[in-house]
């Protein structure tokens, strides 16, 4: 015989616990009768369920059925209760929504208002910071243009660039215009920056 499919397991476990009907009852003892593992299984579960054989029935007192349908009716009670006081505050709120509109725009504007007031007194706190950046920076560039002369003046022996001008030139003109030459060097003709040597 074949190996029992999942549909009749489930047949046999309930015949078992005695939840089925007259056809399914027929079905399931012809099940037990005609294969060895469908008896197994019925063995098997009959043997596991014995021990709640020597369980005694009881009814179920009265207190307690009177005692849950009145907890459940309060339950019922008390959630009416609260459906019909959120029903009535929607109401009401519907009412002041305009007043609730202004109230919103009023603390939207409060906070804009602190908002402005912080930024006025951060102003000039900002304002100090970035001439200091500013300050630092210069000085930073200043310190390169002296640190230039400084190795202009150790590589030419101690003098300090010059750009020899005509009267009246202007400085950019120096030896394009004068036909100025370095002492020691051959000229060029052409000006050349003071950090280069």
């Known amino acids: 015989m074949t190996a029992l499919n999942n549909q009749q397991k489930q047949l046999l476990f309930d015949y078992c616990l005695g939840l089925v009907s007259p056809e399914e009852a027929a079905e399931a003892e012809s099940l037990i009768a005609s294969g060895e593992e469908a008896a197994g ?21 009265d207190e307690l059925v009177e005692g849950t349908i009145w907890r459940v009716n309060n339950v019922v009670r008390s959630s009416q209760l609260k459906l019909e006081q959120l029903l009535a505050d929607e109401q009401a709120r519907g009412r ?19 908002i402005l007031i912080g930024l006025a007194a951060w102003h000039p706190t900002l304002n100090a910071a970035r001439q200091r950046y500013w300050r630092q ?20 022996d101690g003098q300090m660039p010059a750009v020899p001008t005509a009267a009246g030139a202007p400085w950019w003109w120096g030896t394009r215009r004068t036909g100025w030459r370095r002492p020691g060097r051959e000229s060029s003709g052409t000006t050349r920056s003071a950090n280069t040597a």
């Open 137 to 156: 920076r210069c000085q930073a560039q200043l310190g390169q243009v002296f640190q230039g002369f400084r190795n202009y003046i150790s590589d030419h």
């Open 41 to 61: 299984i019925h063995a098997r579960i009959k043997s596991s369920l014995v021990p709640l054989e020597a369980l005694e029935t009881e009814p179920c007192p």
């Open 96 to 114: 002041a929504g305009r007043s609730q509109l202004w109230n919103n725009l009023s603390k939207a504007a409060a906070v804009a208002a602190v």
